[in-house]
């Protein structure tokens, strides 16, 4: 048997895999992303890139409804835009086996919000299962697709974060091919509407009841015994992991299977301990449902409702429940690193936009996405960020709030392109109709960068690749009915100055396309620039652009420190020059024809 190292996500594509899957659909956001990238390796799977992640559900509930093996993979929050179809699809008897696979995020790295996935489980009447190693993370998606087929139920996959990333080593296996009848015509199990989806809540209820009992039996919920021990801790996931390598002196029953819970297992266990421990990462589900049934434990006592549970954390409670641990306290040193605010890449386009916007006296509506950093020093622009798409209606609403204050600052909301047809479409037609004075910059840099470079549908208009499926996004906005639509190269810093200064001034709707491409995931490189420290006054007015290649360095000879650019992360975007007010910043183009001086 092969044996090879993977991520926790390179495991789950290597399960769906293993296991016959023929379709798997996804909408890029950390820490799932690596998922779709991972399947894209096996041919014989269809992968798609859906514009959202409700779309990337549908697909692949189509696959499932034709008897094609299927999975969905998107993070936490993509989870709540996929919900309406979710909630919908749960009631039906799945035909092929159907997974879905979210990650969330404790501790927030890459997130909005810190939602627990769990709840949605109990919510949707499905089966959940818990992976804590990326092994699990195989195994249980080739189990989950096959629970699916057997009890008609759709199954979450719930990872984290840590989880998605760490590697370890995995047992490969071959793949197993499975049948696919296509489609059947069934009305009643497939068209919720009354009276078919009344007839659906009895189905999922006695679902649930058969789930229950697989639960009580399942080899997901493993008993680890320590004889002598008057302490039962239940946990799932990486804290599992983290709780062994404590060596804790007490027995600990790991659940892979979270919901249903194995109740009544649990139930007998505890008997035989003087008291029973829920370690669980985000909100206390575990803990409260075995309260519900009268099963004394407690938890959240002990250990924290946000964050991750990391060895540390979990020392700490188990300290404070008088649980011993025998495996010694690791002495780290602190980190003599400077922390480092996080900054957009040299020659990113939406540099110049935020500068524009802080000399500006507005309101600033933003959204998510790599201009989400436009909130950190030294732009400070953004003034709210909410979820994927919120700005357009948030700004709305906003303009009419305004009609009753005294004094109000110019409206202005960024939306990326990726965002624009993930969630702003809608957004943007309700707008169309607005009477309020609002200015909407679209930053279009071609690419869902934030989550690696996923192509967006304006990313042809950039390669000018004929084969890629393109739109423009002027033209559909103009289609919408909005006339006061500008493209502009954000790299023409006065001419970008204008065009948003006069745009704000104007009555009704103004919307503005920055049609720059991502440095980052593009390579734009041109002729690097440099200053000239005998020009140079030192005002730091290119610092205040937060470029990576811009410092202040003290020259030879030269006692006053001087602002200096590294040519080997310049890319030659022109912004810095652009905002010197003595001219000190050249292209070095100039030192071939014999200009300037360095």
């Known amino acids: 048997m092969q044996k090879v190292v993977m991520s926790g996500n390179q495991a789950v594509a290597r399960g769906f895999w293993e296991a016959g899957g023929v379709v798997a659909a996804s909408y890029p956001g950390s820490p799932t992303v690596e998922i779709l990238e991972s399947v894209k390796a096996y041919k014989e799977i269809y992968s798609h890139w859906a514009m959202n992640e409700k779309i990337a559900l549908e697909i692949a509930m189509g696959s499932s409804m034709a008897g094609g093996r299927a999975m969905a993979s998107m993070k936490h929050v993509g989870l709540n835009i996929a919900a309406d179809p979710f909630m919908t699809f749960t009631q039906t008897k799945t035909n092929g086996g159907f997974v879905l696979v979210v990650g969330d995020d404790p501790g927030l790295s890459s997130s909005q919000n810190e939602q627990d996935t769990r709840v949605y489980a109990r919510f949707a009447n499905v089966a959940l299962l818990e992976p804590s190693t990326p092994q699990e993370a195989k195994d249980f998606v080739k189990l989950g697709l096959s629970l699916s087929e057997e009890n008609g139920t759709p199954v979450i996959i719930r990872l984290t974060s840590n989880l998605c990333h760490s590697r370890g080593v995995v047992a490969l296996s071959e793949r197993e091919e499975k049948d ?201 622009v953004l003034n709210t960020v909410i979820s994927m798409g919120a700005s357009l209606g948030m700004i709305q609403g906003v303009a009419k709030a305004h009609r009753y204050a005294d004094k109000v600052r110019p409206l202005v909301a960024t939306i990326g392109d990726g965002t624009f047809f993930h969630s702003g479409l809608s957004g943007f037609a309700d707008l169309a109709r607005t009477e309020e004075n609002i200015t909407i910059i679209v930053l279009d840099n071609r690419t869902t960068a934030m989550t690696g470079g996923q192509s967006t549908p304006t990313t042809r208009d950039y390669l000018k690749d004929e084969s890629l499926y393109g739109m423009s996004i002027a033209e559909i906005l103009v289609a919408f009915g909005i006339r006061d639509v500008q493209e502009i190269d954000q790299f023409h810093l006065s001419k970008t100055r204008r065009v948003i200064s006069e745009a704000m001034e104007r009555d009704g709707l103004s919307v503005i396309i920055a049609k720059r491409p991502c440095a980052l995931n593009f390579k734009v490189v041109n002729p690097h620039f440099f200053v000239d420290p005998e020009v140079c006054i030192g005002c730091r007015r290119c610092i205040q652009v937060n470029c990576p290649p811009i410092s202040m360095h003290t020259y030879p000879g030269i006692d006053d420190s001087k602002s200096f650019i590294d040519p080997k992360m310049c890319v030659g975007c022109s912004v810095c020059s652009q905002v010197c007010p003595v001219k000190a910043i050249k292209s070095s183009a100039l030192l071939k024809k014999g200009g300037g001086s360095k």
């Open 180 to 380: 696919i009848p296509g489609f059947v015509k069934d009305q009643p199990r497939y068209n919720m509407l009354p009276p078919h989806a009344n007839r659906q809540q009895i189905f999922m209820h006695e679902r649930v009841l058969k789930l229950q009992g697989y639960a009580e039996e399942s080899p997901l919920n493993v008993l680890v015994p320590r004889e002598g021990s008057d302490t039962l801790l239940v946990t799932s996931s990486l804290p599992y992991c983290y709780l062994m390598e404590l060596k804790p002196e007490a027995s600990v029953l790991k659940l892979g299977m979270t919901f249903p819970l194995p109740v009544q297992k649990i139930r007998q266990l505890s008997h035989n301990y003087r008291q029973t421990i829920v370690i669980e990462e985000l909100v206390p589900l575990v803990e409260q449902e075995l309260k519900a049934a009268g099963i004394a434990v407690k938890g959240k006592d002990y250990f924290p409702f946000t964050g991750e549970l990391t060895t540390d954390v979990i020392r700490a409670g188990l300290i404070q429940a008088e649980v011993e641990c025998s495996a010694p306290q690791a002495t780290v040193e602190p980190s003599s690193s400077p922390r480092r605010t996080p900054m957009l890449c040299a020659g990113c386009p939406h540099r110049p936009i935020f500068d524009v916007l802080r000399e500006a006296d507005v309101t600033v509506i933003g959204d998510i996405g790599c201009y989400s950093l436009g909130i950190l020093e030294p732009f400070e």
